[in-house]
């Protein structure tokens, strides 16, 4: 895999095989899992984007190995080949996703392989304010659709932003003392089936492997 001069390497892609699809979901209609997924059954990805990531983007596998002849090498990699990371599990091996603006976000190859069964997932995001319990206000809502790891990796730096004091400035200059934030989430995977979360958005992060906030 590697020629021991610490070179950068392409993984061609391979086309996934077929799955076998799922029933689609079925919620309860007027409730706010029915409403985002009828948003994101109707989205629409870019030319670039597939296989869940951004083309235009291009993110680096690093793997380390007891050889010592080979310390590290890194490879450049797109859509990725699946059996190539399966081999790498476990070891001491990561993906560094590119979140833009020269910035990359480190995920493990079990987390990376499970983001892959994801096609496209939204998110919606309010940011909730008040002074001393009273007078509830949403200082700031969102909804997202995410269809790409590249654009996964932007959201979760962006967030971890905002729980570090962005929301409580936020909050502050709208002269409010103190702020929560809600997520609901839904995720449609390849296959067809659903998964939603509510919360703070740890509960996805913990069951894709990623670093929590």
């Keep these: 895999m590697a020629n021991g001069n610490n070179d950068f390497y392409r993984l061609i892609p391979k086309l996934r095989l077929p799955e076998k699809k799922k029933d689609p979901p079925k919620f309860k209609k007027g409730g706010w899992k029915h409403w985002l997924y009828k948003k994101l059954k109707n989205w629409h990805s870019s030319k670039f984007v597939d296989v869940f990531h951004f083309e235009k983007r291009e993110n680096i596998l690093i793997a380390c190995r007891n050889d010592p002849e080979v310390l590290f090498f890194n490879k450049r990699i797109g859509r990725g080949t699946i059996k190539e990371l399966t ?15 020269k910035t990359y976000l480190e995920f493990s190859i079990k987390s990376y392989l499970k983001l892959m069964k994801i096609d496209k997932m939204i998110i919606s995001f309010r940011l909730r304010a008040n002074n001393d319990g009273v007078e509830i206000v949403d200082v700031y809502e969102r909804e997202e659709v995410i269809d790409n790891i590249n654009d996964l990796a932007r959201f979760i730096n962006y967030h971890r932003q905002g729980i570090e004091g962005v929301y409580e400035i936020q909050s502050n200059c709208c002269c409010y003392t103190d702020y929560e934030f809600r997520m609901r989430i839904v995720v449609m995977k390849t296959d067809g089936s659903c998964e939603t979360y509510k919360g703070d958005m740890n509960d996805f992060m913990k069951a894709y492997d990623i670093y929590p906030f």
Excluded: E, R
């Excluded at 599990?89 to 993906?95: E, I, L, N, R, S």
């Design 87 to 101: 081999k790498l599990v476990g070891k001491d091996a990561f993906v560094l996703i590119d979140a833009y603006d």
